[in-house]
């Protein structure tokens, strides 16, 4: 399905659901997602995602699309799971009890098999061009205004730069905070002998003689430096939810290294308002020791993030969370001689689950060996589009960029319909 | 009487000269092979590959029986002394027993030794029992004759990769991913010492894992000595940049004794394989990053390998016949071969000229 350019941009204002069902959707001639009551409605919807990116390219023939057996599957067997019919591999024996609130879609070819063309692929949905990505897309339209947080938040422990935070042109605000693991941004605390008093009269000056600079530049050139104030002013104000210890009974649960602990963090920053954070778990770029290292990598993944989804799921939280796991590309079926998988975006998996998703699903299929998709093949941009349906928005509509109309998801993708709630 | 050809009569083709190692036979599976075990009797070499299947060569003959029982790859491989009975053990935590003089071996006995991968296989020295270990974090010693667990021995914290007897068959050494040792007392069922060899292990911080673990074990056979072969020195894992080492450690005082490596520089990789030699020397079989290998001669006294020989192919096992002239190595192109450590024969000298 391609997008309508005919129709009424307020159409698009909605996801289908809430279109469909007359939540206003009767308006007409209020484009501005950003700016509309409606865009607000689903702001006080409080819908957010959350991102797990396995880094370096999880190989899918040992996490979600395993072949046993067969000529490229590898010394590790399939499991059953929740979900009757489907299994996965034996790798990722807590996700496979929780399957019935996860999807996966086995049959992405991205055509890409480069770290960073990847990486920008599945962020921002499009192969080419200074477009934003899923997480700034939902700062932007998730975050509500009285956010205490900035809309889009990575935990991180290292590397993967991102131009403006991945926020093209939607503006710094939007843009990826990149926390070095549980540790807070540095600088949080007033500087010594600066109260608060004294803090509010200073933050007051610097506004005076940004609007004098305004008056005789371009607006765009101030909103970087009053986000990041913005974002700071936040963050010190809620210093005390990086500083707080983390209960006995949640270490033991998600584990003392440090992905559990980031699974910990995220699950704090998503209960304070945050519309997209991202935890991202390195090493899995495995051209050696596959699968010594998957069985490592993949250990250390699957109990803490299951953690994460149950508490998210304890707290009525999954229903407006949209969680999504996910590489750059899959890895090569076939096994190279040190015992290595190598980059592979012709036919691999990802898994999501949460707000807007049919759970307990399987999309499209590759071949017997794993080498090619044999069916329902999607790319980046379908995802894409995916996503931004589940959690209500309509990704066929355009941003409103002050006389500039860009489309939100690439007009030459649709998303998977059949994977929406 | 003169002979013909001087120079041909003095060629001593029994005389063990691992400086004129040579291939002398070749074993062909259509899948890269994982490891290998040659039976006491040197009748057979068992290898494992990247399939379920195990493959049972007759060294006489070259025949070839394939064996299908596993559910997941054979990851070690052990036979009793008289060469009858085979152990595999698999990345499914399954150990195999076989009658290897059946026509179409089928398991005998499935031993579910491990929950995760059985990493290693070794029988006892009086053929009693059996010694394996796995990502369970165990050690556990089975009684051959009813399969039964006999020890199960914990402590280690990471997965274990290779096992061991001393040769008077009193205790076990173990060593798992991060270089940690273990010895355990066979009499008492308890842990005796441990031993670091963090040395074989390094923690790769680009990719925030561990690489490490031991890839063969073995001890010398006069007990004073054992060897483990791996990885130090990690650099890059993920793409396989860490040198290949060999460590050997002291019995008595479980300190380590030497580390033998690569004369070259260049050569990225694994150590996986080690063999004591009767002559006083110990052979090593490495996999470099690039696909080839390696085979290491040294003696235990000399600060570098008396002798290299480079192989067109990853070795991933390696063993010693029994007429301690003849090496087998399983290769990651599929193939077995058989070297042998000694001057050609005249009809092979001949031969590898011809074609040459």
């Given at each position: 399905?391609r997008?309508?350019?005919g ?7 909605m996801?289908?659901?809430?279109f ?8 007409v ?8 009551a409606?865009?607000?409605?689903l702001?006080?919807e ?7 990116f ?9 996490s ?11 010394p ?9 019919g489907?299994?996965?591999?034996e790798?990722?024996?807590?996700i496979?009890q929780r ?6 879609v086995r ?8 770290h960073?063309?990847g990486r920008?692929?599945m ?6 061009g200074?477009?934003?990505?899923v ?5 932007k339209?998730?975050t509500p205004?009285?956010?205490?947080l900035?809309?889009y938040?990575h935990v ?14 939607l ?12 540790q807070p ?24 003689f940004?609007?004098?600079?305004v008056?005789r ?7 970087a430096?009053?986000?990041?104030y ?50 991202t778990h390195?090493?899995?770029d ?8 998957h069985?490592?990598?993949?250990g250390?993944f ?13 707290r ?27 980059h ?14 049919q759970p307990?699903g399987?999309i ?22 995916t ?23 690439d ?5 998977i ?5 | ?5 001087p ?15 040579h ?5 062909k599976?259509?899948?890269?092979l994982?490891?290998l ?7 057979f070499a068992?290898a494992?590959?990247e ?25 070690s491989i052990d ?12 990345w499914g ?5 076989w ?18 991968s ?15 270990c796995g990502n ?5 010693v089975?009684n ?8 199960e ?14 040769p ?21 069922g308890t842990?005796?010492?441990s031993?670091?060899a ?12 561990d ?9 010398k056979p ?7 072969a ?17 460590v ?7 300190q380590e ?5 690569s004369?070259d ?9 080690v ?22 001669f ?7 390998a008396?002798h ?19 090496l087998?190595v ?14 050609p ?12």
């Amino acid at each position: 399905m391609r997008r309508n350019q005919g129709c009424n941009p307020l159409e698009h204002l909605m996801a289908r659901r809430q279109f469909l069902a007359g939540t206003a959707a009767g308006a007409v001639g209020m484009g501005v997602l950003g700016t509309h009551a409606q865009a607000d409605q689903l702001k006080r919807e409080d819908k957010r995602i959350l991102q797990v990116f396995l880094q370096g390219g999880v190989s899918q023939l040992e996490s979600w699309d395993p072949k046993p057996g067969t000529v490229h599957g590898g010394p590790f067997q399939a499991i059953p799971t929740s979900v009757p019919g489907i299994h996965i591999s034996e790798l990722l024996p807590h996700i496979a009890q929780r399957m019935h609130h996860l999807s996966i879609v086995r049959s992405i070819n991205i055509k890409i098999n480069d770290h960073e063309q990847g990486r920008q692929f599945m962020e921002k949905g499009r192969r080419v061009g200074d477009f934003p990505y899923v997480g700034a897309v939902a700062s932007k339209y998730l975050t509500p205004a009285d956010s205490e947080l900035p809309g889009y938040i990575h935990v991180s422990s290292r590397g993967l730069t991102d131009v403006a935070g991945g926020a093209a042109f939607l503006g710094a605000k939007h843009g990826q905070l990149k926390l070095e693991g549980i540790q807070p941004p540095g600088n949080l605390a007033a500087p010594v002998g600066i109260d608060a008093l004294a803090d509010a009269s200073r933050d007051q000056l610097r506004l005076q003689f940004n609007q004098r600079f305004v008056q005789r530049r371009s607006k765009a050139l101030t909103e970087a430096y009053d986000a990041s104030y913005q974002q700071a002013a936040k963050l010190m104000s809620r210093k005390a939810m990086f500083e707080g210890q983390a209960s006995q009974q949640d270490l033991d649960r998600y584990g003392t290294h440090d992905f559990g602990r980031y699974c910990l963090l995220a699950r704090t920053l998503l209960e304070n308002g945050a519309a997209c954070v991202k935890v991202t778990h390195h090493g899995y770029d495995s051209h050696a020791e596959n699968f010594n290292f998957h069985l490592e990598q993949l250990g250390e993944f699957d109990k803490p993030f299951c953690m994460l989804l149950d508490d998210l799921k304890a707290r009525g939280m999954l229903e407006s969370t949209l969680v999504v796991i996910y590489s750059e590309f899959g890895r090569t079926p076939t096994v190279n001689v040190r015992y290595g998988r190598d980059h592979w975006g012709t036919a691999w998996s990802i898994a999501l689950g949460g707000c807007g998703i049919q759970p307990g699903g399987v999309i499209g299929k590759t071949n017997d060996t794993g080498t090619a998709v044999a069916d329902r093949e999607v790319d980046a941009g379908h995802l894409f589009h995916t996503y931004l349906q589940a959690v209500g928005l309509d990704s066929t509509a355009n941003h409103d960029l002050q006389g500039r109309s860009i489309p939100i998801g690439d007009p030459a993708a649709q998303p998977i319909k059949e994977l929406l709630a | 009487m003169t002979p013909e050809n001087p120079a041909q009569a003095a060629v001593d083709v029994n005389a063990i000269d691992p400086t004129q190692t040579h291939q002398v036979a070749e074993f062909k599976h259509e899948i890269a092979l994982t490891t290998l075990r040659v039976d006491p009797t040197d009748r057979f070499a068992a290898a494992g590959a990247e399939d379920l299947d195990v493959q049972l060569w007759d060294l006489a003959s070259g025949a070839r029986r394939t064996l299908s029982g596993h559910k997941s790859w054979v990851r070690s491989i052990d036979f009793s002394a008289d060469g009858n009975r085979m152990f595999t053990a698999c990345w499914g935590g399954v150990v195999n027993v076989w009658d290897t003089s059946q026509a179409k071996p089928e398991p005998l006995q499935t031993i579910r030794a491990h929950q995760g991968s059985a990493r290693f296989v070794r029988v006892s020295p009086d053929g009693q029992h059996l010694a394996t270990c796995g990502n369970d974090l165990l050690v556990r010693v089975w009684n051959l004759a009813d399969g039964k667990l006999v020890h199960e021995f914990s402590g280690h914290t990471r997965h274990v990769y290779g096992v061991d007897f001393h040769p008077q068959g009193k205790h076990l050494v173990s060593q798992d991913l991060l270089g940690g040792i273990n010895v355990w007392d066979l009499e008492s069922g308890t842990h005796q010492q441990s031993i670091d060899a963090s040395v074989m292990t390094g923690y790769d911080n680009k990719f925030a894992a561990d690489m490490g673990g031991a890839r063969d074990m073995q001890f010398k056979p006069d007990g004073s000595q054992w060897a483990s072969a791996g990885i130090t020195k990690v650099t890059n894992s993920f793409a396989g940049v860490q040198d290949p080492i060999i460590v050997l450690f002291d019995w008595e005082t479980g300190q380590e004794v030497k580390q033998l490596k690569s004369a070259d520089d260049n050569v990225k990789g694994i150590a996986w394989g080690v063999r004591y030699h009767p002559d006083d020397f110990i052979i090593g079989a490495i996999a470099d990053k690039s696909g080839k290998g390696e085979l290491w001669f040294y003696k235990p006294d000399e600060e570098k390998a008396f002798h290299t020989m480079k192989l067109s192919s990853a070795a991933r096992g390696l063993d010693l016949l029994s007429d301690n002239r003849r090496l087998a190595v399983a290769h990651a192109d599929g193939h077995l071969r058989l070297y042998r450590m000694t001057a050609p024969s005249p009809a092979q000298a001949t031969a590898t000229e011809t074609s040459g």
